[in-house]
Nanobody
Framework: QVQLVESGGGLVQAGGSLRLSCAASGRTFSTSAMGWFRQAPGKEREFVAAISGSGGTRKYADSVKGRFTIFRDNDKNTLYLQMNSLSPEDTAVYYC??????????????????WGQGTQVTVSS
Protein backbone atom coordinates (compact mmCIF):
# COMPACT_ATOMS: atom_id res chain seq x y z
CA GLN A 1 0.00 0.00 0.00
CA VAL A 2 1.06 3.55 -0.62
CA GLN A 3 1.80 5.81 2.36
CA LEU A 4 -0.13 9.09 2.41
CA VAL A 5 0.56 12.16 4.55
CA GLU A 6 -1.82 15.13 4.52
CA SER A 7 -0.99 18.70 5.46
CA GLY A 8 -2.45 22.17 5.13
CA GLY A 9 -5.44 21.97 7.43
CA GLY A 10 -6.20 24.65 9.98
CA LEU A 11 -8.62 27.27 11.19
CA VAL A 12 -10.08 29.73 8.70
CA GLN A 13 -12.97 32.19 8.70
CA ALA A 14 -16.03 31.64 6.56
CA GLY A 15 -15.39 32.78 3.02
CA GLY A 16 -11.70 32.01 3.28
CA SER A 17 -9.50 29.51 1.49
CA LEU A 18 -7.19 26.63 2.31
CA ARG A 19 -5.08 24.30 0.24
CA LEU A 20 -4.59 20.75 1.41
CA SER A 21 -1.66 18.66 0.26
CA CYS A 22 -1.11 14.92 0.32
CA ALA A 23 2.37 13.52 -0.16
CA ALA A 24 2.44 9.94 -1.42
CA SER A 25 5.19 7.38 -1.30
CA GLY A 26 5.82 4.66 -3.85
CA ARG A 27 6.25 4.34 -7.59
CA THR A 28 2.62 3.86 -8.58
CA PHE A 29 1.32 7.35 -7.83
CA SER A 30 0.78 8.36 -11.44
CA THR A 31 -1.24 5.21 -12.15
CA SER A 32 -3.54 5.54 -9.16
CA ALA A 33 -6.75 7.46 -8.92
CA MET A 34 -6.70 9.66 -5.83
CA GLY A 35 -9.38 11.26 -3.74
CA TRP A 36 -10.37 13.36 -0.78
CA PHE A 37 -13.02 12.41 1.74
CA ARG A 38 -14.10 14.19 4.89
CA GLN A 39 -15.72 13.29 8.16
CA ALA A 40 -17.47 15.70 10.48
CA PRO A 41 -18.17 14.85 14.14
CA GLY A 42 -21.06 12.43 14.44
CA LYS A 43 -21.30 11.94 10.69
CA GLU A 44 -20.17 9.31 8.24
CA ARG A 45 -17.14 9.81 6.05
CA GLU A 46 -18.24 11.37 2.78
CA PHE A 47 -16.79 11.82 -0.68
CA VAL A 48 -15.41 15.23 -1.58
CA ALA A 49 -13.43 14.91 -4.82
CA ALA A 50 -11.44 12.44 -6.89
CA ILE A 51 -9.03 12.56 -9.80
CA SER A 52 -7.71 10.02 -12.26
CA GLY A 53 -4.06 9.01 -12.41
CA SER A 54 -3.34 11.28 -15.34
CA GLY A 55 -5.36 14.13 -13.87
CA GLY A 56 -7.60 14.25 -16.90
CA THR A 57 -10.81 13.25 -15.12
CA ARG A 58 -12.16 14.79 -11.94
CA LYS A 59 -15.27 14.19 -9.89
CA TYR A 60 -16.78 16.34 -7.16
CA ALA A 61 -19.49 16.09 -4.57
CA ASP A 62 -22.37 18.45 -5.35
CA SER A 63 -21.73 20.28 -2.08
CA VAL A 64 -18.26 21.44 -3.17
CA LYS A 65 -18.65 21.93 -6.93
CA GLY A 66 -17.49 25.36 -7.99
CA ARG A 67 -15.68 25.93 -4.70
CA PHE A 68 -13.12 23.12 -4.44
CA THR A 69 -10.56 22.00 -7.00
CA ILE A 70 -8.64 18.75 -6.91
CA PHE A 71 -5.36 18.50 -8.80
CA ARG A 72 -2.15 16.55 -8.69
CA ASP A 73 1.53 16.83 -9.53
CA ASN A 74 2.76 13.41 -10.57
CA ASP A 75 6.37 14.58 -10.70
CA LYS A 76 6.15 15.41 -7.00
CA ASN A 77 3.88 12.52 -5.99
CA THR A 78 1.54 15.05 -4.45
CA LEU A 79 -2.22 15.49 -4.45
CA TYR A 80 -3.90 18.81 -3.67
CA LEU A 81 -7.30 20.16 -2.74
CA GLN A 82 -7.84 23.88 -3.19
CA MET A 83 -10.80 24.95 -1.09
CA ASN A 84 -12.36 28.37 -1.65
CA SER A 85 -15.45 30.08 -0.24
CA LEU A 86 -15.32 27.87 2.82
CA SER A 87 -18.34 27.66 5.11
CA PRO A 88 -18.78 26.21 8.62
CA GLU A 89 -20.44 23.19 6.97
CA ASP A 90 -17.04 22.31 5.51
CA THR A 91 -15.60 21.74 8.97
CA ALA A 92 -14.31 18.17 9.15
CA VAL A 93 -11.27 15.97 9.16
CA TYR A 94 -10.13 15.63 5.55
CA TYR A 95 -8.58 12.37 4.38
CA CYS A 96 -6.44 11.71 1.35
CA UNK A 97 -6.92 8.35 -0.28
CA UNK A 98 -5.53 6.29 -3.13
CA UNK A 99 -7.09 3.58 -5.25
CA UNK A 100 -5.16 0.52 -6.36
CA UNK A 101 -2.92 1.10 -9.40
CA UNK A 102 -4.82 1.17 -12.70
CA UNK A 103 -8.19 0.84 -10.96
CA UNK A 104 -10.96 2.97 -12.50
CA UNK A 105 -12.00 6.25 -10.98
CA UNK A 106 -15.02 5.56 -8.80
CA UNK A 107 -16.25 8.03 -6.22
CA UNK A 108 -17.06 5.48 -3.54
CA UNK A 109 -15.58 4.91 -0.10
CA UNK A 110 -14.96 1.20 -0.61
CA UNK A 111 -13.09 1.74 -3.86
CA UNK A 112 -10.03 3.27 -2.21
CA UNK A 113 -7.29 1.13 -0.70
CA UNK A 114 -4.93 3.46 1.15
CA TRP A 115 -5.73 6.29 3.55
CA GLY A 116 -3.84 9.09 5.22
CA GLN A 117 -4.19 10.01 8.87
CA GLY A 118 -6.36 13.05 8.14
CA THR A 119 -6.01 16.78 8.63
CA GLN A 120 -8.47 18.97 10.52
CA VAL A 121 -10.21 21.83 8.75
CA THR A 122 -12.22 24.19 10.92
CA VAL A 123 -14.23 27.04 9.44
CA SER A 124 -15.50 29.65 11.85
CA SER A 125 -18.60 31.74 11.21
Amino acid sequence: QVQLVESGGGLVQAGGSLRLSCAASGRTFSTSAMGWFRQAPGKEREFVAAISGSGGTRKYADSVKGRFTIFRDNDKNTLYLQMNSLSPEDTAVYYCTAAAPNAPLIAALGHFASWGQGTQVTVSS
